[in-house]
Structure formats: structure tokens, C-alpha cells
């Protein structure tokens, strides 16, 4: 038995379930809670039932539907849902199938082991206007560039593979959703992504209608040779901010740091190392100078969560960095 968040998790051998991935679910909840809209959730993979049971305890006004393939898991969610005195929709079905036999839903969580790719299609058509997206990719080997062809094959692009890679492959993902988003005239924006240990996560947003899918089209280019991928915001800042309000010891310095890097509408960074490495610089200046001097200057300077020695900013010179 375990205890995340405000739920009581039984957990068994045979289904699922890594403590790692509580961030992703903590930000999950603080999302949900920023949003603050009533909203039918479909938690489509969702294993020990763990999300669903901390969204039905953690964010007031949603009905959830909990889908699994796995007997063994389905059986665990409805004990853990008793154990939690709380009340859902359970389902075993492949997640595709489950989409497609339902009305519509309001948010919808894909969390697969690997690459979301095989949902994508469903989930879009059962999005409801307005509705979020949540998207889970344990897919890093191809998407980094370890595995170039795979990237190809599955999101359609080139991979970067230098110390951008994970904002490369975070925008490379999003790009190929947002393509089967327009095949149903769906825009979806993202409003919140990140990148943490091995995986990739963005929720995005359906702004229905012909012109706006049309406007997301245009910003899928070519970056430092790897792409296509989205070249536009990985963040609403607006909503950022007010995730703030809602976040937990956990969530809040990871919050507070992309909260800055949202505020700056530029694709990569740079990595103060790598910076000093090319132009042979015996020392590295430290990062908190290194952005205080791009903020005299007058740019927007802010760390970055994706790498330790990372910065982003809006200055466009290299030669004024360090
Ligand atoms: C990574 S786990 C999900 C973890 C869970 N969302 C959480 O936050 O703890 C993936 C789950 O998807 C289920 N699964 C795999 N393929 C599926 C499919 N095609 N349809 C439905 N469920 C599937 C597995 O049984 C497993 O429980």
C-alpha cells in the first residue's frame, strides 16, 4: 500500500505503477485545478488507477471514466477506488476501442508505455472544443536522436541530438499530435509541456476551426537542421503563472522555473558549458551571472528545466551570451 498525493494506492505486481512518475501526475492535478472548469476526464491507460484516484480527490468537479486492457488492472482500480470512497466509470477495453465507443471528453490522459503514437487518432476525435489533451511519451531513444530512423518512421522528422535535444524532441512530438489534430480541423495549442528523466509530457489545447489549424501549420519549421517541429510557445504563460497557486512542495520549484522560461518566446537555448567548450574558454562563468548579465543588457534571461547549465533567452548574439 501506498499513499500519493491524497490517494491510497494498493499496488500488485503484475500492474503497473512507478513512483517516479509522480511529478507527471502532480503537475496533472495542478493543471486540472488551474484550469478550474468542470470537466469529464478519460484516464484511457490508467494501470493501478492511481491519476484518476488523485484527480476524483484533488480537483473539484471532474467525472472521471478509468479505462485499462489488463484484467489484473481493472480489478486494482475498482479495489483502490472503494479503498479511496470514491466513485468512477471502470472500463476494460484497448484504449482506442474505449475512445471510440464513448461521447466525447473534455480532457483525455494518454500515459502508454512508449510512444503515444497508436492513440493519437482516437483521442483527438473524442476531444471535446476546448478540451486538453495530456500526452505521456516514454519514447526518448528515438525522439533524442539515439535511433534517427525510428524518429523518421514514427514523428516524421529529424532529431537533434546536443544538449537541445529534449526541447527538440518535446517540439518534434507535439508537431506530429498537431497533425492529427488537423486532419479533424482541430488546433492544439500546447499549453504546458516538459521534458523529466525519460520521459516527455505536453498538454494541449483544441481550438476548433480551419483558420487556426491553418495558423498552427505555419509554425512547424526546421531548427539547427532537425525538424519540422513547433516553433511556437511550449507554454501559456498566463496559466504557468496560475499554476503556481495550486502547487505542492513537490511541484514548486519545477513550477517556479518554467514558469520563467515561459515568459521567453524562444526556441532552444544555450549550455554554458558547451558555449566555453567552442570558444575555448578556460572558465565557466556561473549560470545565475551569466543570466544576470543578459538582464543589464536588456534581454530576458531565465534557467531552463531541460538542462542544468542551460539558458534561455531572447538575445539573438551570440557574442553577448558570456
Ligand atoms: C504506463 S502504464 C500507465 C500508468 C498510469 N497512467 C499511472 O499514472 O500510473 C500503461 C498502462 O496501459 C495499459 N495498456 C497498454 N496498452 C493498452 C491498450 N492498448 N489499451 C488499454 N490499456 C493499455 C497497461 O496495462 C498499463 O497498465
Known amino acids: 500500500m501506498i499513499t500519493e498525493g491524497l490517494a491510497k494506492i494498493k499496488t500488485s505486481k503484475n500492474v503497473f505503477y512507478n513512483p517516479v512518475m509522480k511529478l507527471n501526475r502532480d503537475i496533472s492535478v495542478v493543471l486540472l485545478n488551474a484550469l478550474g472548469r468542470k470537466m469529464t476526464i478519460a484516464d484511457i491507460m490508467a494501470a493501478t488507477g492511481v491519476r484518476s484516484i488523485r ?30 470512497k470514491v466513485k468512477a466509470t471502470v472500463s476494460n477495453e484497448e484504449a482506442s476501442l474505449f475512445l471510440l465507443k464513448n461521447k466525447g471528453f473534455d480532457y483525455i490522459d494518454i500515459d502508454p508505455f512508449g510512444t503515444p503514437n497508436p492513440f493519437l487518432d482516437s483521442a483527438v476525435k473524442k476531444l471535446s472544443r476546448e478540451g486538453v489533451l495530456a500526452v505521456t511519451s516514454t519514447d526518448p531513444a528515438a ?14 522528422a529529424e532529431p537533434l ?14 508537431r506530429k499530435i498537431q497533425l492529427i489534430g488537423a486532419q479533424y480541423d482541430k488546433a492544439l495549442i500546447p499549453i504546458f509541456s516538459f521534458s523529466k528523466e525519460h520521459y516527455l509530457r505536453v498538454f494541449l489545447k483544441n481550438e476548433k476551426g480551419k483558420k487556426k489549424v491553418d495558423e498552427v501549420l505555419k509554425k512547424h ?8 517541429m513547433w516553433l511556437g510557445n511550449l507554454w501559456d504563460p498566463k496559466l504557468t503563472e496560475r499554476m503556481l497557486d495550486f502547487s505542492s512542495y513537490d511541484t514548486r520549484k519545477f513550477l517556479e522555473m518554467i514558469n520563467e522560461e515561459a515568459k521567453i518566446d524562444a526556441v532552444g537555448f544555450f549550455s554554458i558549458h558547451s558555449l566555453c567548450k567552442k570558444l575555448k574558454r578556460s572558465q565557466t562563468p556561473k549560470i545565475d551571472e551569466v543570466i544576470e548579465n543578459l538582464r543589464k543588457k536588456g534581454y530576458k534571461a531565465s534557467r531552463t528545466h531541460f538542462l ?14 558570456i
Open 55 to 84: 484527480f476524483l480527490k484533488e480537483v473539484k468537479g471532474v467525472k472521471v471514466f478509468i479505462n485499462d486492457n489488463s484484467k489484473e488492472a481493472v480489478k486494482l482500480i475498482k479495489q483502490n477506488l472503494k479503498l479511496n
Open 161 to 174: 541530438h546536443n544538449h537541445m535535444m529534449h526541447e527538440a524532441a518535446l517540439r518534434i512530438l507535439i
Open 143 to 156: 525522439l533524442t536522436g539515439t535511433y534517427p530512423n525510428s524518429c523518421r518512421r514514427k514523428y516524421w
Open 308 to 321: 542544468g547549465d542551460g539558458v534561455r533567452t531572447n538575445c539573438t548574439k551570440t557574442a553577448e551570451y
Open 221 to 228: 519549421g526546421m531548427f539547427e537542421k532537425a525538424g519540422p
